[in-house]
């Protein structure tokens, strides 16, 4: 496919191909799309699939060698958390023997979801923002509740932002806090999975009656919210409601929690690639427990999960969305 790179860019930034864009050179190898997986259960849902042992390419940096297909959609397993997603991103980018400046990276694989009815176990979120659950201040309240404050623009960052302009502090690249996933790219994933048809299982479907949810799994826009502790309770999700609601000036809503997407994006925006980044995510839990239950016996005995449909449904709907990124033409 020819005209692949060029139409896809053009669609995603309009006439004007990104500066950072270079010849590319027959030493390198350039692959259409990577897929970003974190631990085994996500790379494996992939790795078996005998269309990605057309080329296998060892990166230093990377936990084991990037696997390819023939159409030059890749796949790596990057770690868990943000500073191994980051790391990763950062061992693509420099490596020598590739060329990754028309990539586009997608990290697909399982995440926790809000209690929300509308919003059942085996869902995907296809995420319109990834933000920052760390940053800031998290701390018990006089009143014994958890409770948390932004990083304030009124304090060490007085002397670079104006008083009033705290919003512009809160979403810059530098600090890492929030990031807006490329609108382009975002409609043209959502328009790939319209009549995309998810799995369900017994499981979920047990556990979404447990929760009061929905039992119908289906594709959802949202923001992910990327922290590295395993967090669970209301207090914590109010929190969560709010952080992305003050991140995004109220332009979208809590909806997942994982632990590599803000590394994935922060690193691909300093090399100038951050409008390359989707976010795709399976819902294998919700970060409550279920009515009746407490924290600390949900913590004791282990979280309810629909992982396996999960993942399933997140490698469902990435494919769908490569397949539609692959026949794109000028």
Same mark, same amino acid.
């Given at each position: 496919?020819?005209?692949? %790179? %060029?139409?896809?860019?053009?669609?995603?930034?309009?006439? #004007?191909?990104?500066?950072?864009?270079?010849?590319?050179? +027959?030493?390198?190898?350039?692959?259409?799309? =990577?897929?970003?997986?974190? &631990?085994?259960?996500?790379?494996?849902?992939?790795?078996?699939?005998?269309? !990605?042992?057309?080329?296998?390419?060892?990166?230093?940096?990377?936990?084991?060698?990037?696997?390819?297909?023939?159409?030059?959609?890749?796949?790596?397993?990057? /770690?868990?958390?943000?500073?191994?997603?980051?790391?990763?991103?950062?061992? %693509?980018?420099?490596?020598?023997?590739?060329?990754? #400046?028309?990539? $586009?990276?997608?990290?697909?694989?399982?995440?926790?979801?809000?209690?929300?009815?509308?919003?059942?176990?085996?869902?995907?979120?296809?995420?319109?923002? *990834? =933000?920052?659950?760390?940053?800031?201040?998290?701390?018990?309240?006089?009143?014994?509740?958890?409770?948390? #404050?932004?990083?304030?623009?009124?304090?060490?960052?007085?002397?670079?932002?104006?008083?009033?302009?705290?919003?512009?502090? #809160?979403?810059?690249?530098?600090?890492?806090?929030? !990031?807006?996933?490329?609108?382009?790219?975002?409609?043209?994933? +959502?328009?790939?999975?319209?009549?995309?048809?998810?799995?369900?299982?017994?499981?979920?479907?047990?556990?979404?009656?447990?929760?009061?949810?929905?039992?119908?799994?289906?594709?959802?826009?949202?923001?992910?919210?990327? /922290?590295?502790?395993?967090?669970?309770?209301?207090?914590?999700?109010? $929190?969560?409601?709010?952080? *992305?609601?003050?991140?995004?000036?109220?332009?979208?809503?809590?909806?997942?929690?994982?632990?590599?997407?803000?590394?994935?994006?922060?690193?691909?925006?300093? &090399?100038?690639?951050?409008?390359?980044?989707?976010?795709?995510?399976?819902?294998?839990?919700?970060?409550?427990?279920?009515? /009746? +239950?407490?924290?600390?016996?949900?913590?004791?005995?282990?979280?309810?999960?629909?992982?396996?449909?999960?993942?399933?449904?997140? =490698? $469902?709907?990435?494919?769908?969305?490569?397949?539609?990124? %692959?026949? =794109?033409?000028?």
């Amino acid at each position: 496919m020819k005209s692949y %790179l %060029l139409g896809l860019l053009v669609l995603i930034y309009g006439t #004007m191909i990104p500066t950072f864009v270079f010849a590319s050179s +027959e030493i390198t190898y350039a692959p259409k799309v =990577v897929v970003l997986t974190a &631990f085994p259960p996500e790379w494996e849902a992939w790795s078996f699939k005998r269309v !990605y042992r057309y080329k296998s390419i060892p990166v230093q940096g990377l936990l084991h060698s990037m696997i390819c297909s023939k159409d030059k959609v890749c796949v790596i397993e990057t /770690g868990e958390g943000e500073l191994n997603a980051a790391l990763s991103i950062a061992s %693509l980018v420099k490596d020598p023997q590739l060329n990754v #400046m028309k990539t $586009i990276f997608i990290r697909s694989g399982i995440a926790g979801g809000v209690d929300l009815a509308s919003s059942p176990l085996g869902s995907v979120y296809i995420n319109d923002w *990834v =933000v920052s659950w760390a940053f800031g201040h998290h701390y018990l309240s006089n009143q014994k509740t958890l409770a948390w #404050m932004p990083p304030g623009c009124a304090n060490y960052a007085k002397n670079y932002y104006h008083p009033t302009d705290c919003k512009k502090y #809160m979403q810059n690249g530098f600090e890492n806090l929030a !990031y807006q996933i490329n609108q382009k790219l975002l409609s043209l994933a +959502e328009s790939a999975t319209r009549k995309v048809r998810l799995k369900n299982d017994q499981t979920a479907i047990d556990l979404d009656d447990k929760f009061h949810l929905q039992k119908s799994p289906k594709v959802l826009v949202g923001a992910t919210i990327t /922290g590295d502790d395993f967090w669970i309770g209301k207090q914590n999700q109010a $929190i969560a409601e709010k952080i *992305v609601s003050l991140y995004t000036n109220n332009t979208s809503s809590y909806t997942n929690t994982a632990m590599e997407d803000l590394g994935d994006i922060a690193a691909l925006t300093r &090399f100038g690639l951050g409008g390359h980044y989707l976010s795709i995510r399976g819902i294998s839990d919700i970060d409550v427990p279920p009515p /009746g +239950e407490t924290q600390e016996e949900i913590l004791k005995k282990g979280d309810l999960y629909a992982g396996r449909l999960a993942e399933q449904n997140a =490698v $469902i709907v990435t494919q769908a969305v490569i397949h539609k990124f %692959l026949s =794109v033409k000028d």
